[in-house]
């Protein structure tokens, strides 16, 4: 089992994408017209859905802890 601390690991991989979609998120803001950025976000979005199942399937403390740490799910 992983500790959600290491590099590959899931929890690191789901902190990344949580600020590559923050970002994203705000450049949309300020550019509605981009549609490519707009797909690149939601496919973002789907793949940290899909790290979350994993991790709330595998690891259901790491998956809480995620939750919290990056104030997902208010």
Not at 42 to 51: D, F, G, H, N, P
């Amino acid at each position: 089992k992983t500790d959600g601390k290491g590099a590959g690991s899931t929890g690191l991989q789901v902190a990344v994408l949580t600020k590559r979609i923050a970002h994203l998120t705000e450049h949309l803001k300020a550019n509605k017209h981009d549609h490519a950025s707009r797909r690149g976000l939601l496919m973002l979005v789907a793949k940290r859905r899909k790290m979350l199942d994993y991790a709330k399937r595998t690891n259901p403390d790491l998956y809480k802890d995620l939750l919290v740490r990056l104030s997902l799910r208010h």
